[in-house]
């Protein structure tokens, strides 16, 4: 085997990422596998859950090719009523409390029509699994909710609650392997196959939930939907912070238009080097989401 085809084959081989936000919806949100998510928000909400149902989305990956800059969030409904909003944040926007607000706000809305009594209105959680910090103390798993200023022992809005998981400060910690939340984390954060390995052993379902992480890596087109969701985030990170750099002397918007401008230059600049390394057309198509016409232009 030449060694193209060995960087090939390892390629293929490697496991995706669970904290890629693509392949996490691919691998939670697939009908049959309900039973992963069941049992990491079951020890993280601390509370028995008898029927759960998953939002399966069946059209998720034309979802990413055509919003590729847009949110993708697990939903997930407990015990007939109590909504759940999951969702996987790789970079640091400086603005995930209000981002979190704007979710569980949006969930709660959805929920009455015109003239309903609020009285209908369930409770709502969302979960934020974040891969930077947000607070200066140092457990990884932070609960809020609203309190009254001069007594918070007392809560004031049940309606919604926020976990906020900072994966930087759990990879720090030590953590109890028999801890089906420490398992499902270390699991999801990808980042320590010694510890993954540790928490298998004590969790059948991170076993199975493992399982299927190695069929879907070996799964073409899950592959490429991951490539092409890193590819999408890392253009939006550098056009926001190419835009915000320029948006203090020019205006945040001409700022931005900069940036995204910048960022597909840099990708025509891709696609112009997979071109001449002679990868599939076809292929160059699902990673891009260009057509075959817009690659064919930036190939003169």
């Known amino acids: 085997m ?47 859950i008898k029927e759960i149902e998953v939002d399966h989305d069946v059209a998720l990956a034309k979802k990413i090719k055509e919003d590729k800059y847009g949110v993708l969030d697990l939903k997930a409904k407990l015990n007939g009523d109590l909504e759940v909003d999951i969702e996987i944040q790789l970079k640091d926007y400086d603005n995930m409390i209000q981002r979190a ?13 015109k003239g309903d009594d609020y009285k209908k209105i369930k409770p709502v959680i969302v979960v934020a699994i974040l891969n930077f910090d947000v607070f200066k103390f140092d457990e990884y798993i932070t609960k809020s909710a609203l309190v009254p200023e001069n007594h918070r022992e007392y809560t004031i809005d049940t309606l919604q609650t926020y976990y906020y998981i900072e994966l930087p400060k759990f990879r720090k910690s030590k953590i109890d392997a028999k801890n089906s939340v420490a398992g499902w984390l270390a699991f999801i954060d990808s980042e320590d196959e010694e510890r993954i390995a540790h928490v298998m052993e004590n969790n059948e379902k991170i076993k199975k939930a493992n399982e299927e992480l190695e069929i879907l890596s070996a799964d073409k087109e899950a592959r490429e939907l991951a490539e092409f969701r890193e590819s999408s985030l890392r253009e939006m990170a550098s056009a926001k ?6 948006g203090k002397e020019e205006g945040l918007r001409d700022g931005l238009k900069k940036g995204e401008e910048k960022a597909r230059k840099e990708k025509y600049e891709m696609i112009k080097s997979m071109l001449k390394k002679n990868i599939n057309i076809n292929d160059i198509i699902e990673i891009s989401g260009l057509t075959k016409e817009e690659i064919e232009k930036i190939n003169k």
């Open 101 to 113: 607000t704007f979710y569980s706000t949006r969930m709660i809305s959805s929920q009455l029509l």
């Open 2 to 48: 030449n060694t193209k085809s060995k960087n090939e084959e390892n390629i293929k081989n490697e496991k995706l990422s669970v904290k890629n936000d693509a392949v996490f919806k691919l691998l939670f949100g697939k009908k049959g596998n309900e039973e992963f998510i069941k049992d990491f928000l079951s020890n993280l909400l601390k509370m028995e």
């Open 241 to 246: 912070n190419y835009g915000y750099s320029l």
